[in-house]
Each structure stands twice: as structure tokens, then as C-alpha cells.
């Protein structure tokens, strides 16, 4: 086993074969080590994400170091068939580097049984390992920006189906009408950890158009009735570029292909809660660059945190004033309120007291942007009921920013942990990034932020890496050069080499970047293995 730095809460695990990984996977599971808060299997490694304050990275260390690998006990799941319409862009390409016929291939992967080794990427995209290793192939040297539902490819030893539309850069070879993932299915996801698959081909059919099912119908009236204050709610008048519902995310549920998500700035959402008297993990609106208004219907106390953006109130007789953040602001009906555009920052919370009337999906109101899961996002002419404030809750009166906010034209300088594959990269490439700023690019969004640099970092080893979990913070560089840095919405598992990850007490700063703005990494650690020599409890 190697043990490889992630970040000040995690590491990765690298083992030699994918046996060996899902035999630690399942030890860890079996008999788990206090303080460990979530592991993320892939090919040949685990991430492990950890509490350090109830666990040293040297015991942790220790602890697996003395697990056995040369057990796996698997139950075997069901068999589940999907159809295929064998007609991806890709099939061609496959067929010519596997030097054999189209026909060849179709054969070749319906007459092979694949399981499901494990699950990542995104809600409902299994891993699919074969009986034999007659398809494997590399994955497409640049990824395809959108890649359609229910898409069917083939990526080193793995198969897999595309659960909905997303970004990928696996050789596409079908499509399936089958739905990976829908929310009112139990389990949501078709294909779990151990089921049995094989693919059956329907022939040469058109491509097949995936409608995303809606999520389940629930009444509110029906769950939260008796808690709705009937004489309070906001209506939307407009939304700016994005508004979403976020809480603190989802956690614990990263080896279901399902990521936290949550707030972007943490410190901000609880901030604007605990102003408002409630519990620092309720729900938020997170507004991108400002541009929300809506109207109060009945008295509402407000607040707005995070960035720095003018708040207008208008009285139903036409009197306006400016009222400021990190503030509780007392609305009466008719009130109409509007965010200007930040100063500083790129995203505000605005909490109500008493929080949003609204379903928890998966445990949580946080809208995932890649995944899709969660409340909708803020729509004009949508009513936000408000829930009622049971009992008296204290409101505190000295909030205010963690840190200054950046605005376009500031330097932000990111402390950054190297590690898990910098010795991928060449000495010139380590050297370029922490000397280079790195311009964050308008493609940015709650996925990850999107960086140009005048030289792109350049690679050592060209090897194709396995897929392997990814962390929030992680600074991800594609064939390209240029990196990604992952925000709360990243994909889980990923096949392009994490140079170094944002610590994570600047995430929240990460996460107010705005566009235009030039950021500089800042490596508080040398890269090397972690070995239990190294560390001190």
C-alpha cells in the first residue's frame, strides 16, 4: 500500500489491483475506524476522509496498514440486462484500437458479464468490471463537454453507463433507454456495488433522447402543514444569474456517486443563520452576483451575508433605503427587496427566520448543479413559504466576514496542500504553479473553477490513471494544461491527475472567487508518501 497526501482531512490509499481495493473497502467497512468520515472506492485506490481531531493521520496509517487484503467477501447481486442501441460516436475508434470489426466488439461486450465494483462519479454511474479484458481501452485523449444520458462506454477495464447528461471522456459505444438514476425509485439508483449486468443489443436504432424524470411529487401542505406560517412567504420578482436553496450538503453518501454539494462560503450561510436565530445549518439562498428581489408577504426577518452587494428596501408607499449585511433586517408586508451587484465576493446568503418550508431531498435542501438532486432552483414567480418560529430563539449581533472579500481585479493567494499525483508532473510544471497566477475564467460555476495560465503545466508521466476519488479543493489538470479547481458539485471519481488541493480553511474563500480575478497557489507542504516514520500523533 501507498499512502498519498490529499488534503489536511484526507488521503488516498493506492493498492495494487482493484481485488485488493475493494477487499480494504470492505474491511473498512466491516470494522471502521473511528473518526473516519467517508471513504470513495475506485480502480486501485480508496480516499479516506478523516476528522483529524479524532484520529492522527500516523494511527490511520498504522490502522490499514494492518488490514487484510487477501479476503474479499462479496455477496453476489442480481442479474440486471440493459439494452443497447450499439451506435456511439466512439464505436469506430474502439473497434480500430482493438484492431477487430464493429461487429466484434458488439459481441464481445453483450457476451460478457460485467459487476458492479463500485459506484462514483456521479448518482447512479457504476463501475463495471468484466468477466475477461477483451475491451479495454483508453479513455479520449480530450473529453467531450456533453455527453447524453444513458450514454454506454468503455474506459480501461471498465464499462459504464452515463446516468445523465455531463461532461466525460469515456469511448461512447451505445445508448440505453434504461434509467440509471430516478428519485422515485427505490433504491434511486438501478445498478448497486456486487449486481450482475450484461448488456443485450437492440439493434441499430436512432439515438434515443433521455427525458430526466421529475422528481417525486410531495405536497408540503401534507409534510409541513402544520409548521407553514400561512401570513409569511417571499415572492419572487427576479433571480439574478443563479439563485439555489443550500444547506450545508450531503454527506456521507460520496460512495453512492452522491457529493455533498452545499454552500460555497459556510462560514457565510451560518453566519447569515445564526443572525436570524436560527440553527446555523439551515438552509440558505445562495445568490450569484446579486440581481435577487422579491416581495415580503407579512413580517420577516431577513439577513444577507457573504458578498459584499448593495440591499435596497422599498416600503409599499415608495420609501427606499439602504439597509446592510451581516445585519437582521425587519420586512413588513409589501416590502420589496432587492441584491445589487457585489462589490467584492461572487455569492451572498440570505436566510429567514424560521427557515424555507421546503422537502429535504436525500437529507438535504442543497441543489446539486452536476447531479441535479435537490430543490429546483429559485424561478421568477416562485412563493417561498416560510416556516413558523416554534419557540424564542437568541440572534447574534456581531457577525460579520471571515475575510475580505475579492473582487476582479485582486491577487488571491490559495494555501494548497501538494499531493496525491504531483510527481506526475515536471519540475518546470511544480515551479509554474506556484510562481504563475492563474486567471479564473468565465466557464467557472459550482463545479469547479475554471483557470487560464500564459504556460500550461506540463506532465512527467502520460500513464492513462485509473479513476480515483477527487475532494473539494482538488486542483485537477486535464490533457490541457490548464487546471480545474474543484468546488462542492466536482465529480467524485475522476481519471486526470490532482496536482495539490486548496486547503480546506480557504475553501470558503475559493468559493467567492470572482470571475476575472487572478489567484496564486501557495504550497504550505512538500510532496511525499506518507509513511508512519513521518508522522507524530
Known amino acids: 500500500m501507498r499512502f498519498l497526501p490529499v488534503n489536511l482531512d484526507a488521503i488516498i490509499v493506492e493498492l495494487h489491483d482493484l481485488n485488493e481495493t475493494l477487499a480494504l473497502f470492505d474491511s473498512l467497512n466491516a470494522l471502521p475506524i473511528p473518526g473516519v468520515e467517508e471513504i470513495i472506492p475506485a480502480a486501485r485506490t480508496l480516499l479516506i476522509r478523516f476528522r483529524p481531531n479524532a484520529v492522527s493521520t500516523v494511527k490511520l496509517v498504522k490502522e490499514i496498514n494492518g488490514r487484510n487484503l487477501n479476503t474479499l467477501n462479496r455477496a453476489t447481486g442480481k442479474l440486471v440486462e440493459i439494452p443497447v442501441h450499439y451506435n456511439g460516436d466512439d464505436l469506430v475508434e474502439v473497434a480500430e484500437i482493438l484492431g477487430i470489426t464493429i461487429p466484434e466488439v458488439i459481441k464481445r461486450h453483450t457476451e460478457s458479464e460485467y459487476t458492479v465494483a463500485f459506484t462514483g462519479f456521479a448518482p447512479g454511474f457504476a463501475y463495471l468490471v468484466a468477466d475477461s479484458d477483451c475491451l479495454h481501452v483508453p479513455r479520449r485523449m480530450t473529453p467531450r463537454a456533453r455527453i447524453p444520458a444513458g450514454s454506454v462506454g468503455l474506459a480501461g477495464e471498465f464499462s459504464g453507463i452515463y446516468p445523465q447528461a455531463s461532461p466525460g471522456g469515456w469511448q461512447i459505444i451505445g445508448i440505453t433507454p434504461e434509467r440509471m438514476w430516478d428519485l422515485s425509485r427505490s433504491p434511486s439508483s438501478l445498478l448497486q456495488p456486487g449486481s450482475r449486468v450484461r448488456f443485450r443489443d437492440q ?148 436566510a429567514v427566520r424560521g427557515g424555507f418550508a421546503k422537502q429535504p431531498i436525500l437529507s438535504s435542501l442543497s441543489y446539486d448543479t452536476l447531479a441535479h438532486i435537490g430543490p429546483m432552483p429559485i424561478a421568477i414567480g416562485d412563493t417561498l413559504d416560510i416556516l413558523t418560529l416554534t419557540q424564542g430563539s437568541a440572534v447574534s449581533m456581531d457577525e460579520s466576514p471571515a475575510f475580505n472579500m475579492p473582487a476582479t481585479d485582486d491577487i488571491v493567494t490559495l494555501d494548497i496542500i501538494l499531493g496525491p499525483r504531483t510527481d506526475w508532473f515536471t519540475t518546470e510544471a511544480l515551479s509554474l504553479l506556484k510562481s504563475q497566477l492563474w486567471q479564473v475564467t468565465p466557464q467557472s460555476n459550482r463545479v469547479g473553477i475554471r483557470l487560464y495560465g500564459d504556460t500550461p503545466l506540463s506532465r512527467l508521466n502520460y500513464k492513462e490513471l485509473p479513476s480515483e476519488g477527487t475532494t473539494t479543493g482538488a486542483i485537477q489538470v486535464p490533457a490541457s494544461g490548464q487546471p480545474v479547481l474543484f468546488l462542492a458539485d466536482h465529480p467524485l471519481t475522476g481519471g486526470y491527475p490532482v496536482i495539490g488541493s486548496v486547503a480546506s480553511y480557504h475553501l470558503d474563500l475559493a468559493g467567492q472567487i470572482p470571475v476575472n480575478a487572478r489567484i496564486r497557489f501557495n504550497p504550505i507542504t512538500e510532496f511525499h508518501e506518507i509513511k508512519e516514520s513521518d508522522c507524530r500523533s
Do not use: W
Open 203 to 350: 439493434g441499430k436504432g436512432a439515438a434515443i433522447s433521455i427525458t430526466k424524470p421529475e422528481p417525486p411529487v410531495v405536497s408540503i401542505e401534507d409534510i409541513l402543514s402544520s409548521q407553514v406560517d400561512k401570513h409569511a412567504s417571499l415572492e419572487i420578482l427576479t433571480t439574478g444569474i443563479q439563485t439555489l436553496f443550500q444547506d450545508l450538503g450531503r454527506s456521507g453518501q460520496a460512495s453512492l456517486g452522491i457529493s455533498t454539494a452545499g454552500a460555497l462560503d459556510k462560514t457565510a450561510l451560518r453566519s447569515a443563520n445564526r443572525i436570524v436565530g436560527n440553527p446555523s445549518d439551515n438552509a440558505c439562498l445562495e445568490i450569484v452576483q446579486g440581481g435577487l428581489s422579491f416581495i415580503s408577504h407579512g413580517n420577516v426577518i431577513i439577513a444577507v451575508t457573504g458578498a459584499d452587494c448593495p440591499i435596497t428596501v422599498q416600503t409599499t408607499s415608495g420609501r427606499k433605503f439602504q439597509v446592510d449585511s451581516y445585519q437582521p433586517v425587519d420586512l413588513s408586508e409589501g416590502d420589496k427587496v432587492t441584491l445589487g451587484t457585489p462589490k467584492a465576493g461572487m455569492r451572498s446568503y440570505l
